[in-house]
């Protein structure tokens, strides 16, 4: 017989004071009630209840064993309860990892809206721009700009990472505005620094269906783009972001939009997590939540 079942049935009789009442409560017959109740008493080598035709009570034995069951059946009924709580709404700490510009600017912001709707919820937001293996490194949901053909992965497709360039009024007043991707070469490009000093920064720019590239050199790189977004809004030359964070600051006339008449770069965008199990009730929320705000319009 299953021990657990046993106490069960054991702590209801010992309440209702009868085996036809547990019996009854239980949907069983009085038979199995004392079957298991017989159980127990031969795996303690011990009586639990005194029985007579007319009343059955606790031994000593009994009552002792009689409150740690029914503590532990409290226990085990908190455990489900907390288990099927966590099933029907996102509840704990998830783990996310995004590339460092997305993240500050974009993805930061919505994971505080994010927490202030879910009062139960931790996110753990790791933000950088080098390949990461979520099932080496614990995370549970990442942010990944580029493509995503790993199959041990769930990729759910967000709006593309576009982005324009653009420089300060005073820069442009200064400089002059660039008219083609190929003058930018005349111009201080304020360029990604990539992991390597070696890997160039080159920015590609599409018009009617043809793509100029052209090599970004300036006097200033830096591998965090919000560095550089700060340069070139005090003057220091032509930077190249995202699409949704410059046009604040175009709005604001802080800045201004170079190559208005061209397509920067666009890179497809996913949020993606481990492929091979059911999505926890967390992480299915925290994706849902973000298709929501950064998928396609």
């Not at 008493?41 to 409150?67: C, F, I, K, N, P």
């Amino acid at each position: 017989m299953d021990r657990f079942t046993s106490m069960t049935i054991f702590v209801k009789a010992a309440d209702l004071g009868s085996f036809a009442a547990a019996a009854d409560a239980m949907g069983i017959s009085p038979q199995m009630v004392a079957k298991h109740v017989v159980f127990l008493e031969d795996r303690l080598g011990t009586a639990l209840l005194h029985r007579t035709t007319r009343r059955q009570s606790l031994t000593d034995v009994g009552r002792a064993y009689y409150d740690r069951c029914k503590h532990l059946l409290l226990e085990v009924d908190a455990a489900e309860a907390v288990a099927q709580d966590m099933r029907t709404k996102p509840k704990g700490v998830l783990r996310v990892n995004a590339p460092l510009t997305f993240g500050t600017f974009s993805l930061a912001p919505f994971v505080t809206r994010y927490l202030g709707r879910y009062s139960d919820m931790q996110i753990d937001l790791t933000l950088n721009d080098r390949f990461v293996d979520p099932l080496e490194e614990g995370f549970e949901v990442m942010i990944r700009i580029g493509d995503v053909s790993d199959t041990s992965l769930i990729a759910h497709p967000l709006a593309p990472y576009q982005m324009i360039a653009c420089a300060s009024p005073e820069y442009l007043a200064r400089r002059g505005m660039p008219r083609t991707p190929a003058e930018l070469r005349q111009h201080d490009c304020l360029a990604y620094a990539y992991w390597s000093p070696s890997i160039p920064c080159r920015w590609r720019f599409t018009r009617d269906g043809k793509t100029e590239e052209v090599r970004a050199t300036g006097r200033m790189r830096s591998n965090d783009w919000k560095t550089l977004l700060c340069a070139a809004m005090e003057g220091y030359g032509i930077t190249l972001g995202p699409e949704n964070v410059l046009n604040p600051e175009i709005e604001a006339g802080r800045l201004v939009r170079v190559l208005p008449d061209y397509e920067g770069p666009s890179r497809p965008m996913h949020v993606i997590y481990p492929a091979g199990r059911r999505p926890t009730v967390k992480v299915q929320s925290f994706v849902q939540a973000v298709i929501e705000e950064f998928g396609r319009a």
